[in-house]
């Protein structure tokens, strides 16, 4: 099992840039695929963005792509969500994830894939 915690979330305006920063610890990070999911008010989490174990592929959500960059950095066992572009309906708590296996499969975006989730942070967005 991994444990991972966000920061780095808060309110901005439309059009600003967030970073938000996942770090983990309790397993090998660079062995499993990692994942931003968001939950907005009333509403079920979606899948945001995915990266593979190297940082090499990344797969996003049609909503997003383009505007956001997910990354990772293997040697601070920490992975990132670069937002750009934001816009009121960005506005959502945010989670970090970690894949349950340590495979690379594009098409893992499913809550039920990852195994390991942050506390989540806040983004809002004024417009």
């Known amino acids: 099992q991994v444990q991972l915690a966000e920061s780095g979330g808060g309110l901005v305006q439309a059009g600003d840039s967030l970073r938000l920063s996942c770090a983990a610890s309790?397993?090998?990070?660079?062995?499993?695929?990692m994942g931003w999911f968001r939950q907005a008010p009333g509403k079920e989490r979606e899948f945001v963005a995915r990266i593979s174990r190297s940082g090499g592929s990344t797969y996003y959500a049609d909503s997003v792509k383009g505007r956001f960059t997910i990354s990772r950095d293997n040697a601070k066992n920490t992975v990132y969500l670069q937002m750009n572009s934001l816009k009121p309906e960005d506005t959502a708590v945010y989670y970090c994830?970690?894949?349950?296996?340590?495979?690379?499969?594009?098409?893992?975006?499913?809550?039920?894939?990852?195994?390991?989730w942050g506390q989540g942070t806040q983004v809002t967005v004024s417009s």
């Open positions: 994830a970690g894949d349950a296996v340590p495979w690379d499969v594009p098409s893992r975006t499913r809550i039920s894939n990852f195994g390991s």
């Open positions: 309790g397993r090998t990070f660079s062995s499993y695929a």
